[in-house]
């Protein structure tokens, strides 16, 4: 991991940053396999609590419910490598809410993407087609927006390139592994240009990890999951609310700004 600066005010300091650069900082498996790691522990915490809560009497967790406190939005350009795709149906069929949002042309008439039809063999939600985008969701069945296990985005003239992966992992932290170090946390987004792939583990990309051991949502995730519920809404159905000029979006020293720095002269 590296550190980053954010202007004048310095980085934003409601999160925890971890930063990987390959190739300049040789990936190993633990740095690349971070979001298989994630997954495994929201699973592993769900199962945990159910299991306490079954033992009690007490009722279990609905993976079908936005509110749960296991949570896994995932926001990529493509999906199709099955140690990803499993892992997040496991995630689901142990109580955890999961939620996909995947660029429509990366899976409409790809004969190798099989994602579509995986998640539906494993009795998650869907458009009934696979040709189906957020398009087709009505004012009528806005619904969808929150109980769609897997949404395909259909951008007006350009990709669905918001690669954002949130997790929550329940009311209280858990240990989980950020590259080679150990932190204890309850909620984290992974973002940057990597697509969760073993293709893209070849690639010169770059990894970024947001992580918070707070019980309250920081402002800086805050406006991950605002850019994520953007992406997934068909603007002119359900126009968004206009942020005002004191949200954490427009700060230039925190939240999306983080993804970026300055240029370095003569190097």
Request: glycine share 6%; with cysteine.
């Amino acid at each position: 991991g590296g550190s980053v600066g954010g202007g004048s005010g310095g980085p934003p300091n409601d999160v925890d940053i971890d930063l990987f650069f390959p190739p300049y900082e040789c990936p190993t498996e633990n740095q690349t396999m971070i979001d298989i790691g994630m997954i495994l522990a929201v699973t592993n915490a769900a199962i945990e609590y159910n299991n306490k809560q079954k033992q009690s009497g007490n009722k279990q967790t609905n993976a079908k419910d936005p509110k749960n406190p296991f949570q896994i939005k995932y926001s990529v350009y493509n999906l199709y490598d099955n140690s990803y795709v499993h892992s997040l149906i496991n995630a689901y069929k142990a109580g955890v809410y999961v939620q996909v949002l995947v660029n429509k042309s990366s899976l409409v008439g790809k004969g190798y993407n099989h994602t579509y039809d995986e998640f539906k063999a494993c009795g998650s939600v869907q458009n009934p087609k696979n040709t189906s985008s957020q398009k087709t969701i009505t004012i009528k069945n806005k619904h969808e927006f929150d109980t769609l296990n897997l949404i395909l985005i259909e951008p007006r003239g350009s990709l669905m390139h918001c690669k954002t992966r949130y997790y929550k992992f329940g009311h209280d932290a858990v240990p989980v592994n950020i590259g080679d170090v150990t932190k204890k946390i309850t909620e984290a987004v992974v973002t940057g240009s990597f697509n969760p792939e073993c293709a893209a583990t070849t690639n010169n990309e770059y990894l970024i990890v947001l992580s918070s051991s707070k019980t309250k949502t920081p402002d800086t995730i805050q406006s991950y999951l605002r850019i994520y519920d953007y992406v997934k809404h068909d603007k002119s159905k359900f126009p968004p609310t206009a942020p005002t000029s004191a949200d954490t979006i427009y700060n230039l020293n925190k939240a999306i700004y983080v993804c970026y720095s300055g240029w370095c002269k003569n190097s």
